[in-house]
Structure formats: structure tokens, C-alpha cells
């Protein structure tokens, strides 16, 4: 029922989605989502809350945030676009750009090692996390939908290209490097994730 979900997005591509939902919603600060949606979490506890973002504003200027929505273990579901490049900003590297990617900003390639949000959600506590292409919306629907029926931090990763500026990670590429989680997994194995 859309009067029991608020959308809750930062700035960049990904965070428009607010505009496509029937939601309460509210477009907030770039890498401030978090932030605000704990607070809407905390005064309207009966409330889905639903936090959009992308791979800059979740982990770039909204990192500093992740650590605490995982140990606090907040009651939202944290929904990250990841397309390993600043596309609203016409293509810099991001936070989870891999090293090899040439882009204007960074002509010979990067020099950091990216992020492995994954790791970086299992590691401060996020009570749900998973992780799905963005061509997969079956995958992606069931993620989204056990991220909202569960009780605590829930974090889903998108892995999403971006024709435009990513000439690297494309459709193909993640068609061929995504592997499916075993369904017999044991999700109390923090090592094994």
C-alpha cells in the first residue's frame, strides 16, 4: 500500500526512482539519504522506508554514513545503483570503479583500489545484504521485497551499466560474471559470505 512506503533518495542518476513510485518520497541533500531516512525511520516507525541512492552517494559523499546505518542496525531497506561511474556528472570514476577504467578525470586509468560495498555492509553489520544485475528484475524484485520484509538494516546492490559513460561494465559483461548464490547458502555464515 503506497501510504505505508516512503522513498527516501540523494542526488544522481539513481535517486530520480522517487519520481516513478506511488510513495511518500522526498529527494534529499547529495549522500545525505541515509541520514534523513533513519530520522523518518525513528519518528514513523510503522513505516516501510525505502533508501535509493547510487554507488557516488552512498559511497562517496554518503559514505561516512554506511558504517552507522549497518552497526545500528536500522530498520530500512537501503536499495544501491551501481554503475561504477559519476554518470549525472558526465562520467568520473567512482568509489567502486575498477582500477583499469580510463575516464576523462583519470586518463591512464585510476589509482585506488574500489570499494567492495559488499564486504564494507557484511563487516559493520547489515542484518540483510544482497546483490543482483540490474537485467535480472526477478532477482532484483525478490531482493527488494525480502529487504522490506525484514526486520533491521537491509542493504541490495544493484550492479547496473551506464551505456553512456561505462563502456566497460556492460550488459555482457555482468551477464557473464554473475553467478548464482547456491540456495541452500547458509546466511548466518559471516566468513562464507
Known sequence: ????????????????????????????????????????????????????GGDGDGFSIGGGHMPH???SNVNLTYVLMDNH????????VSPTSREEMKAYTTPYGGIEEPLRPLLYMLTYGATYVGQAFAGDAKMCAALIKGG?????????????????FNKMDTADYYKEIIKPVPEDHDVSDLRKA
Do not use: W
Request: glycine letters at 10%.
Open 1 to 52: 500500500d503506497p501510504k505505508n512506503l516512503v522513498n527516501i533518495s540523494g542526488i544522481g542518476c539513481s535517486s530520480r526512482l522517487p519520481y516513478f513510485l506511488k510513495a511518500f518520497k522526498m529527494h534529499t541533500l547529495h549522500g545525505r539519504a541515509a541520514p534523513v531516512a533513519t530520522g523518518v525511520q525513528l519518528a514513523r516507525p510503522d513505516l516501510k522506508v525505502l533508501v535509493t
Open 69 to 71: 546505518l549497518g552497526r
Open 85 to 92: 561511474i559519476y554518470g549525472l556528472t558526465k562520467g568520473q
Open 148 to 164: 522490506l520484509e525484514h526486520q533491521g538494516m537491509a542493504y541490495i546492490h544493484i550492479l547496473s551499466q551506464c551505456p553512456s
